[in-house]
């Protein structure tokens, strides 16, 4: 499939636009494809995810960075740490630039919390819902770094921070603990 835009290169970018949503499998709703070369719909300023590859080379970058970081230029020989669930190393990781499976989260959790707070801005999941108002996906975000620096603070025994952050905590959240 040809790129829509320029019509010369191979579409790599898929992009799918909601425009009418009804309800799951409602024959109202409005869907729009559109599909772009990688040239095209950067130049459109649209969401591109590079190859696998490139994103297992950026990844596999940041780990070594973060070792650089903490003081560890030399690798360690350590055992292979191996994921229960499916069987996959850290190595496979690099070298495919994908988990195996769920379990592996929690297996290399150590490793991958830096890359994914790079690369995401978080290490929690915070999606978007089509319908859902952008100003209410960034006070549910701000809920949540909030609520992850509470428990820091109890933990660390910092109470007089953890009141303020409970407070600002009540401000965001309604008397029902949901969204104000």
Not at 143 to 169: F, G, H, K, P, Q
Request: aromatic share 4%; net charge negative.
């Amino acid at each position: 499939m040809l790129c829509e835009s320029c019509t010369k290169n191979l579409a790599t970018v898929h992009l799918t636009d909601v425009t009418a949503w009804h309800g799951m499998d409602d024959e109202r709703n409005e869907v729009e494809q559109k599909h772009f070369c990688e040239p095209c719909s950067q130049h459109q300023g649209l969401p591109f995810t590079p190859s696998p590859s490139k994103v297992a080379a950026n990844l596999w970058g940041l780990i070594n960075l973060k070792a650089k970081q903490t003081g560890a230029t030399q690798p360690r020989p350590q055992r292979t740490i191996t994921c229960q669930g499916c069987g996959h190393t850290l190595e496979d990781f690099r070298r495919r630039g994908r988990l195996g499976c769920s379990e592996c989260y929690v297996t290399f959790g150590a490793q991958l919390k830096d890359v994914l707070e790079r690369m995401h801005g978080a290490v929690v999941h915070v999606g978007r819902v089509p319908g859902i108002d952008p100003v209410d996906v960034e006070r549910r975000q701000q809920i949540s770094s909030l609520e992850l620096a509470l428990e820091d603070a109890v933990r660390d025994e910092a109470y007089e921070r953890a009141a303020n952050l409970r407070d600002e905590l009540k401000g965001l959240q309604g008397s029902d603990g949901e969204l104000a």
